[in-house]
């Protein structure tokens, strides 16, 4: 009879995970960290199966600008070659077009009264190429959106204190090399203004924080057939769209998520750290607060979120200070859909997860200290099994530097080895 209540206890305790699995809340995992933190230009984005982020620290800094392989969970440095120095800055946005290139609005500083650097990265001859200029000074309100319906980058270009306060919604032909102005939706956007195409004809977008005292959800949606715009039901932070709010629509590569925007509302007002994470349901028009987001963002401007693989994965990209908990460089993941490989590590994590205070005492050179330190920071977890990604969680306990993580995960997962 024993026998027989623990298989029906182990019954329900695994329907209750599948049932967990299939939810639609984002359960965010860690992820290898990239090599940098925040800047004041920085984006990433997406191709379905790598990373790409760009970063300056300041307007002096040499670019930086690295590619993830989410298979591999291995970060490279890629080229920069074409790019002048202090290439990107506040309101950098990045848009892959899901063939060959990333294209980039290079964004300005508040002091940049008339920049328009436009640039795109082909993935193929690994170079950056100067196109043509936007046609609006750019600012911390530039979004960019790659739209398959009509294979043109859509764009807001400015913010609330460049060209007398004003924004431009302007499409790129890339056959033509050319922009058109479009309608506005609003006179201007600034921090956290996002844009998102999403599968027909029209595109997404968030207004931002264009007043730096009020709180602002503005949202609204464009009908590239009509080319039109229509407000929609504002994103419900009281806190308000701030610095690293971000939208993504991943349903070209996971279609049963298709009715569904992502959207992070970044920094507050305030300027306080973000953790919020909200859903849109485009057919009810109707949004969902989400789990939170494990570390925070703001401080920088700049989208945060992009999908590779099966994973959104959430970039911190925030300075690097006590405030910005977490180095200001956190990745973390997101399993969408059926979340297949979420077992494949479950005896080195449950091994991990199990070990007492002098189990961890075993590793050479872990003392008591950090041995209750790894015992408060159970239970761990990781997006995808991988010496990397079991290493990465080990490292965020405080005191485990590169050697010791690296013993800790030989210890109990050998097989990874
Ligand atoms: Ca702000």
Redesign the pocket.
């Given at each position: 009879m024993d026998g027989l209540f623990v298989v029906a206890s182990l019954l329900v305790i695994c329907l209750g995970l599948a049932a967990q699995g299939t939810s639609d809340s984002l359960a965010w995992q860690t992820a290898v960290s990239p090599p940098a933190s925040g800047g004041y230009g920085e984006g990433i984005v997406g191709t379905g199966s790598a990373l790409f982020i760009a970063r300056c620290l300041y307007a002096s800094s040499s670019p930086e600008f690295y590619r993830y392989e989410a298979s591999s969970e291995e970060w490279f440095v890629a080229s920069v070659a074409g790019l002048p120095d202090g290439a990107f800055r506040t309101g950098t946005a990045l848009a892959w077009d899901g063939s060959h290139y990333v294209y980039a609005l290079c964004g300005a500083r508040y002091g940049d009264t008339n920049r328009r650097d436009f640039f795109r990265f082909d993935a193929d001859s690994q170079e950056w190429l100067r196109l043509n200029d936007t046609p609006h000074a750019q600012g911390?309100g530039n979004a960019v959106t790659w739209s398959r319906y009509d294979h043109k980058l859509y764009a807001l270009i400015g913010s609330a204190k460049h060209s007398g306060g004003t924004s431009m919604f302007a499409a790129y032909d890339p056959a033509t090399d050319t922009w058109s102005e479009l309608q506005r939706p609003w006179i201007n956007t600034?921090?956290?203004a996002s844009l998102a195409w999403t599968g027909g004809k029209f595109i997404y977008a968030l207004r931002g924080?264009y007043n730096?005292m009020l709180p602002t959800g503005d949202f609204a949606r464009y009908d590239i057939a009509t080319e039109s715009w229509e407000d929609l039901s504002p994103l419900p932070d009281q806190e308000g769209v701030?610095?690293g709010g971000s939208l993504i629509w991943i349903g070209e590569w996971e279609p049963e998520r298709s009715d569904t925007l992502y959207a992070l509302s970044g920094?507050s007002?305030a300027?306080d750290p973000g953790y919020k994470v909200f859903t849109h349901s485009i057919s009810e028009g109707s949004w969902t607060q989400d789990s939170d987001i494990p570390c925070p963002v703001g401080f920088y401007?700049g989208n945060r979120l992009a999908y590779a693989e099966g994973r959104i994965y959430c970039w911190q990209g925030s300075p690097q200070s006590l405030r910005w908990e977490c180095s200001g460089r956190a990745l973390y993941a997101a399993e969408i859909g059926s979340g297949s490989s979420e077992d494949s590590c479950s005896e080195c994590l449950e091994r991990l997860n199990s070990a007492s205070k002098s189990q961890f005492e075993d590793v050479h050179g872990i003392g008591d200290v950090k041995a209750s330190a790894l015992v408060a920071a159970q239970p761990f977890s990781v997006a995808i099994c991988s010496a990397n990604s079991i290493e990465a969680a080990l490292d965020a306990v405080n005191g485990i530097g590169e050697t010791l993580r690296e013993r800790i995960a030989r210890y109990f997962c050998p097989e990874l080895y």
């Open positions: 911390a600034d921090d956290g924080e730096e701030g610095d920094g007002v300027e401007v």
